[in-house]
């Protein structure tokens, strides 16, 4: 099953950011898939294989 998400979305991870939130902020697209935590406004990038593993939801688009 694939998720549709997009620049902009706000996606729900599998695993809590240790500053407690699971809440996270697409902000770059590619091969590679960049997020930004909404609670401390922390970036992470991970590749798009591992990113769909960890992804739980797409809460909006």
């Known amino acids: ?3 549709e998400y997009k620049l902009g979305s706000i ?3 599998r695993k809590e950011h240790p500053c407690g939130s699971n809440e996270w ?3 770059r ?3 590679d898939i960049k997020i930004k ?3 401390c ?3 992470i ?3 798009r294989i591992e990113f769909n593993k960890k992804l739980k939801k ?3 688009e």
Do not use: N, Q
């Open 25 to 27: 902020i697409i902000t």
């Open 58 to 60: 797409v809460i909006s």
């Open 1 to 3: 099953m694939m998720k």
């Open 37 to 39: 935590c909404k609670k």
């Open 45 to 47: 990038m991970l590749t």
């Open 11 to 13: 996606v729900m991870m």
């Open 41 to 43: 406004e922390r970036s």
């Open 29 to 31: 697209v590619g091969a």
